[in-house]
């Protein structure tokens, strides 16, 4: 009771403590979002009257202006209530941490936990109502996103499938509207040039030049890099086709690109220098500029593909006569189209009368229809092996139907008075199809690029090859690249265009783009190629920046503080753990994975090292205590069991040992761990090398030990101290036996001194008359036994030379030569302890 009664104070005292607030979100701020949600509701409700506007408009500009809007209010609404719902996510746990309020039977809480609950469960309750607000705005603005979207498709449709009454009457009013059309625009560009010539003069010239230096850059740039392949193909009598290919590819996108670069800068240098005044002259110049570059593409590119003036480079198997036409025909539907478009875009800039535009589309689909059905009648083909000057033959059928159709089709749409869909389809077949045609050949390219052994065969895979001395394999996977980038970038440019030429705006392309980039929905995951992006080239950064760090460290600070090279693999190893996961941790986080929710990961990682991961988890363990503890390191020669080698690598899974047949062997590092190791070099590479000698009963063992002696005393490789030393270990069936000791500075030299020792000691015996074998396992020796049985007396035998037979000492004369030249350094062996 007395200890009750002591501590009753500082119970009640730690209940009454404040709940800590710095998380709590204020009402100041709840007000700033329900501001925020007002402001994108007016301006949502704004956008909705414009768009009823611009609907009975049919204006599709305007419309995907507004879309554009509606899209920004659905992000700004998205943004406002991210931090609220962070809030309720927070009060939610809080909650849950204070438990539900007790029974009305149950002792009453303290008043505090009482007040901060119900302050909690009133500002939830406020949150959940802004946020209910905030979804159903998000859904009017997401709802009215796609009501545009369908009122743009449906504008489209009708532009597309409207019917004119084509009649005599309507030739004479486009006839009347187009001489008023030509009075006004031969009034609004003489005024425009008196006035530029008059005053904005030196202006005029000033964004000309620059444009053309603009263009001159872009085309020196390219062509830098890209004429002397060309030269250099072009002189070629039968360039392969991965040379025609890029040939075709490079002569096109460079042309066009400069053209478009200058169009581009002068257009911009134009505006910023005040050249291009009033309504009417900047979309007029804009117009005819990219008309000229569409028209000088589709030029180029026929040029590139169907080559009239070069048959080596023809991408197409075509005689000389078809593929001349066929370029002529080409060119002539595309200059066509660009008029109608030109002249369709001049009479909407002057406001000329709609049967104008209506009547120039017609005779531009005609033509273009006639010149199909001229295309599908003409002999373009020709077969394998045939001369390029050959008549030529048919198209194929199905080639010769379809053009033939398509035309039929232009002109039968013109004459019912679908001009509208007769002039789309007319420029989808120019546009579209070169379009199609350049990045059918950029893919093409990008195929015969990535072929192995392709990329070192080019001038360019031929410099990288020469330049940075790289190998076969390397110069495999610089093709591969090259031709996934030729990929990415014929898919990353071809698309958007074909998506322009087939309605959509630069808006559109743009607003699908970003949303690609930065959100992708699966789910309820939101997942961001930026992010991702962005992560996978931090981590590549921290991965190189590692690497370059490991190897400053080991090469330039360790290495002339001569460390040990064992301290030093120890310290690269860890620091390289360390740097890839610091790198890792710096992706994953700006990729946009919140680290806490890999807390489900880290504990199916848990339940699985508890049942099939020990092995591995023991493995890593055991790695990080060898790179500690340090008990072999690289270079050492270890053994443990049968296994015996230099360690030549420790990571922290496993130990690489390469064996003295050059055997790599991975081991597992808990073996290392778990079992004995016997390490020759753990301290020093100081050991002992032991060499067994046999000779035979009648040597003297005293001069036998002392010549011994003599010879590892005289090697260099022989320490003095410890001082080498001769055991005469005992007497054996025939042959006296010992063993030579000597101490070395490197035992892993042990088998070349050994060898030396062997070879010295060998012929010394040979000199000194020492049988260093069993008598009667000698074949050097004549036995007496065989003399006897060939009907001989046993000759006295006065010394062991003169036992010797003349074959035998010849043969040990050679035995003793080759001994002497034998001296070549061999990987060490196992020695006694």
Known sequence: MLLVSAFAPLVAAAQDTPVDQSTQLSSAPLQAVKAKLDESRNLLANIKTNVDAA??????????????????????????????????????????????????????????????????????????????????????????????????????????????????????????????????????????????WKFKRLSLFAAVFMSLCAALVLVAGGYRIFAPLLKEDEAQAEPDYITRLSVAFWSTTIPTTAAAAFCVATYFFLENFNVLTGN?????????????????????????????????????NVSDRGARFLTSAIIAMAIVNGLDYLLGGFSEVLGSPLVLTVVKSFFASIIVGLILIIISWIRPMRRQGEPVDAPGRRWPRFVSIVLMGTG???????????????????????????????????????????KQNAFADTKVGRGLQRRYKLGQVQMDQAGLVSGLSIYVLVMLAGIPLILLQWGFQFADIR??????????????????????????????????????????????????????????????TGIGYLGVGIAGLVGISAAGINLSSLALVAGALSLGI??????????????????????????????????????????VRATEIETFQQQSIIVPNSVFINGSVGNWTHRNKMGRSDIAISVTYNSDPQHVMKILLDIAQGNPMVLKNPEPMVAFLGFGDSTLNFELRVYLPDILKGMRVRNDLRVAIFKRFVDEKIQPFYEHDNPLLESEDEVVAEGGDPAPVSSEDERLSPAAKAQIDQAAGRARANTAPAAPEKTKA
């Open 55 to 196: 609907t009975k408009d049919q204006d599709d500009d305007r419309l995907l202006e507004l879309k554009t809007r509606t899209d920004e209010v659905t992000r700004t609404v998205t943004a406002t209530i991210a931090g609220p719902r962070a809030r309720l996510d927070e009060i939610k746990a809080r909650l849950t941490a204070l438990g539900d309020a007790p029974a009305k039977d149950a002792a009453p809480e303290a008043s505090v936990v009482t007040d901060e609950r119900n302050r909690l469960v009133a500002e939830r309750n406020e949150i959940t109502a802004l946020i209910s607000d905030a979804d159903g705005l998000s859904a009017d603005s997401s709802q009215l996103a796609g009501a545009i979207t369908a009122t743009r498709r449906t504008i489209f449709t009708q532009t597309i499938f409207n019917r004119t009454a084509i009649n005599g009457d309507l030739f004479v009013e486009a006839r009347a509207a187009g001489i008023a059309e030509g009075e006004n625009f031969r009034n609004t560009v003489g005024s425009w040039a008196s006035f530029v």
């Open 511 to 572: 607003a699908w783009g970003l949303q690609l980039l930065t959100e992708i929905k699966v789910g309820s995951i939101s997942i961001s190629l930026i992010g991702i992006i962005v992560g996978i080239l931090l981590f590549t950064l921290g991965y190189f920046v590692t690497g370059w760090f490991q190897k400053w460290l080991d090469g330039t600070v360790m290495a002339r503080s001569q460390v040990d090279i064992g301290v030093r693999n120890s310290v690269k």
């Open 610 to 651: 508890g049942f099939g991961l020990q092995n591995i988890v023991s493995n890593f363990v055991s790695g990080l205590i060898l790179l500690a503890e340090r008990p072999f390191k690289v270079g050492d020669w270890v053994v443990s069991g049968t296994m015996e080698g230099i360690v030549k690598r420790i990571s």
């Open 408 to 450: 039929i089709a232009l002109i039968s749409a013109s004459v019912l008075g679908y001009v509208g869909l007769s002039r789309f389809l007319a420029n989808q077949i120019v546009i579209t199809s070169a379009i199609l045609v350049t990045m059918y050949i950029g893919l093409l390219s990008g195929k015969a690029v990535a």
């Open 280 to 316: 009417r002259i900047p979309p007029m110049l804009w117009l005819t500029m990219s008309v000229c570059v569409a028209v000088y593409f589709v030029s180029k590119l026929t040029h590139a593909v169907l080559a009239p003036k070069n048959s080596a480079l023809r991408l197409v």
